[in-house]
């Protein structure tokens, strides 16, 4: 079965820079989670979008922002880097009209700031 | 402040036992709890969800267990197979008025061994 796809799966970039992570959720699938992990740390949430629109809103820096274009795909941008944005960036989907569905996590995106 | 909590980082068990992964919240709100198993390098897989309706949850050797007036819930895993060793998570949520988008909180996540 199709799973979430997430690119690049590693990056490495220094202070200051900028990076530009992709989701592309599950088929029909309609809602798309972004959620950041540090070491040793639980997944928290940072953005959420419901057909392209915003949806819910968590931990995220200002220096970031993220969109879900009209494939359903969604893109986290994320600029003026910092060595605490080192982490594990995942993106999960889920079928908005199934209740209670659960949320499928892609691999992640290891991030690495320099 | 972290709503919910699982207080063991780490569990070992034989092969062939059971394993009881254990899970702590605090928000009332919470009314969908979900376990997540994680392997080194990979993303959560969904494993067994119960709504706040049920008490109990069975999916084949995973079974979840709720206790609403605790604020508890565990995962049972019978029998457990080594190939069963990963970060177990565990994490809930609130469906909002309308049904609308609901985002999980994590806990911390336990790391279950299971000895051949």
């Known amino acids: 079965a199709a799973g979430v796809i997430q690119s690049p799966r590693h990056l490495i970039k220094e202070k200051r820079e900028t990076a530009t992570l992709k989701c592309y959720p599950i088929?029909?699938?309609?809602?798309v989670y972004w959620y950041q992990q540090g070491p040793g740390q639980d997944p928290q949430f940072l953005i959420s979008?419901?057909?392209?629109?915003?949806?819910d809103k968590g931990s995220i820096p200002d220096r970031f922002s993220a969109q879900q274009f009209s494939d359903y795909h969604s893109e986290l941008n994320m600029s003026s880097l910092e060595l605490g944005d080192s982490a594990l960036y995942f993106c999960?989907?889920?079928?908005?009209?199934?209740?209670?569905?659960?949320?499928?996590f892609g691999n992640g995106t290891r991030l690495t700031v320099t | 402040d972290q709503q919910v909590k699982q207080n063991s980082p780490s569990l070992s068990v034989q092969e062939g036992r059971i394993s009881i992964l254990n899970c702590d919240y605090t928000?009332?709100?919470?009314?969908?709890f979900l376990w997540y198993k994680k392997y080194p390098a990979e993303g959560p897989t969904f494993l067994i969800s119960?709504?706040?309706?049920?008490d109990k949850n069975e999916d084949g050797r995973f079974t979840v267990f709720l206790n609403k007036s605790a604020k508890h819930l565990s995962l049972h895993i019978v029998p457990s197979q080594p190939g069963d060793s990963a970060v177990y998570f565990c994490?809930?949520?609130?469906?909002?008025?309308?049904?609308?988008?609901?985002?999980?909180?994590f806990g911390k996540g336990t790391l279950l061994t299971v000895n051949p």
């Open positions: 999960a989907s889920s079928f908005r009209q199934g209740l209670r569905s659960p949320l499928h």
């Open positions: 088929p029909r699938h309609d809602t």
């Open positions: 979008f419901y057909e392209k629109m915003q949806s």
């Open positions: 928000n009332s709100m919470f009314d969908y």
């Open positions: 119960i709504s706040s309706i049920k």
């Open positions: 994490a809930a949520s609130t469906v909002r008025r309308g049904g609308s988008n609901y985002k999980l909180t």
